[in-house]
């Protein structure tokens, strides 16, 4: 990886539309309205931007499998359903890929697939256009080969709305292909859900925040020597673009002109508890779905992790001693925002400073060691500082017309938890500018979150590891007018990963073993509504880098207009 060769720049992130919603007070989010010249012969390929999974060479076990076969038309809460049966020779390693074509009008829309009561993969879906796309996926799911060495339900759900205004339909094929990798990938040997368990009613198993409580009860066996907690949180609806909320207090600033604006601040954490005790935190990647901002910008490349919602990792492993006593905990998991307490100061992270609304779930998974811990049972040691302050500037006219609001979000936590067993540590930092000019008709917010995490573990070596990430955004959005139907935009976001690794797959940097990961992805968008007729068209610079698994990996893609440009792949 030639990191040096990158330079993050101050890049972004702005608010959107929703289409549907009239008047538009803010935009969120787009459906694709608009027609692509008819190519009958062939279906646009959408691509997300990702290093080829490997598929080990094996001559003992190479099976490949269909799960699904399914067309997700009007399946608002009808999610397939289907039983998955073990191949019979000795696998160690699962590559799922899903296939989806689509035509129509369409939203980009989550989707969800577990394994009993365990998501195992949030994707998305890109957005069709009137003469078709096709777009594919693949995904090392090894980590859960627990999971897939017994019968189960597999769930996939794919809330799509399909009636004469949303006419596209997603035909999806799902494969497995199930081989051994002589490499033999470390994977847990037993995996708990963090989930409403829904999987015996068909159903998928996830939370709602807020609404929901985020809790269930496990009892762990007592001879496990390594543990880390997997959490998907995804922000929707009011905190789908989270991070460019204004500040609760200055929610009324331009009433007049573009209306109540979307508060809680642009900062969010992700938290875990373990009876009532932090367990680690994750500040969430802001992920654009294809109807993001403009959906000019997202076609034929989509945004960075649109196909594969990377999941946050907690090592809790210090709290081993205290959970190997045979006994029921709860594990829990919050989101929390904002309470920026009138402005210009210390602020609040509360629970009840969200919107609506966060999908979230996680999973813990178990390593044996070689014995049962005879022990005490005392929690590790948990220290922790968060520390977030909020600034607020509002300019007005002599006769009161607020025309300019600058606000400032800064967030700092170190967290540690510390056992005979092991440490963890994380330390982050996050910053936002934010800016609403023109009486709110012009927005921009700047953001970075960076953070480093580091598991010492002695009662586990080979799993100690130590990450770091860092990931900024710029986004700009300016509305013609204010009747909201034609905007400019601006995009620049990022991230980067650096990894130790683990003998484990990361649900979080996808491999098992070190790995770094450059992503960033810049560019300009135009967007245009009226009635049954909207148009977007955007012009991206996207580049891929990562090295995992010994080799390199390096895609650079422009595009412009639903076209690639230039395409350079080494
Ligand atoms: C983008 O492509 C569409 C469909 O081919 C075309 O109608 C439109 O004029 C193009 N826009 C620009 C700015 O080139
Ligand atoms: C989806 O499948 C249906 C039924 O087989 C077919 O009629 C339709 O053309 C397919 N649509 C796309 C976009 O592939
Ligand atoms: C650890 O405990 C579990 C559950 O009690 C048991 O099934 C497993 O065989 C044990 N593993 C080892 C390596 O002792
Ligand atoms: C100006 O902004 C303040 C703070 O958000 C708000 O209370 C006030 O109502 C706004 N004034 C007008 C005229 O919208
Ligand atoms: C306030 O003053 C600005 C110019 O400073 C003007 O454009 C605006 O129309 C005035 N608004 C009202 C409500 O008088
Ligand atoms: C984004 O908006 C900010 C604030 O208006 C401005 O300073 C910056 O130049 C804009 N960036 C782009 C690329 O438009
Ligand atoms: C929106 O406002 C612009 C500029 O004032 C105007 O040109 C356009 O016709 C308006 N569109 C609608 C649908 O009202
Ligand atoms: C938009 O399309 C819908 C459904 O196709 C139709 O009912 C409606 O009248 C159309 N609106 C306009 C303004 O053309």
Known sequence: MHSQHLLFLGFILPALVFAHRSPPKKLLEAPSLFQVAAQPQSPLPIIELYKPVNVPESTTCNVQQILMVHTFASSYGVPYVGQYTPPECDFNNVVIEWTVTSAGRQFDRLAEMFLGDIEVWRTSTAEPTASGIIFRYQKDLSMYLSLWKAPQELIFSLNNVYDSTYTGAFNTTLTATFSYNAAKPAHADLILPITPQLGASGQPSIFTLPGDSATVQQTLPRNISHATVSIAATGQSNEEFWYTNALQS????????????????????????????????????????????????WRPVVGIDAYDLREYEIDITPFLPYLSDGKPHSFSIRVVGVDDNGGNGPATLSSDSINSYWLVNGKVF??????????????????????????????????????????????????????????WTQSLSYSNNGYLGQEGLASSNIQTTSGTSAAVLPSALDFSNTLSYTYPITANLTYASTNFTVFDAYVDYGLKISSSGRPDVSTYTLVSGPMDLIARQFGNAYYSSVANHSYSYGVMDKIFQEDSYGTPYSRHVKTDNVTITYDSTI
């Not at 969430?284 to 294809?290: E, G």
């Not at 811990?373 to 040691?381: A, C, D, F, L, R």
């Not at 922790?384 to 967030?411: D, E, F, K, R």
């Open 250 to 297: 200055d929610i009324y600033t331009f009433e007049s002109t573009v209306g109540t604006l979307i508060g809680y601040g642009p900062f969010r954490e992700v938290q875990l508890y373990i009876d009532n005790m932090m367990a680690g935190v994750a500040w969430p990647f802001p992920v654009i779905f294809t109807g993001g901002i403009a959906p000019g910008f």
């Open 366 to 423: 178990l390593f044996y060691g070689d014995e049962e811990y005879s022990g005490n049972h005392s929690p590790p040691t948990i220290s922790t500082s968060p520390t977030i302050q909020t600034t607020s500037n509002i300019i007005s006219t002599a006769n009161g017309t607020n025309t300019t609001l600058y606000y400032t979000t800064t967030a700092k936590r170190t967290f540690t938890a510390k056992s005979s067993f092991g440490t």
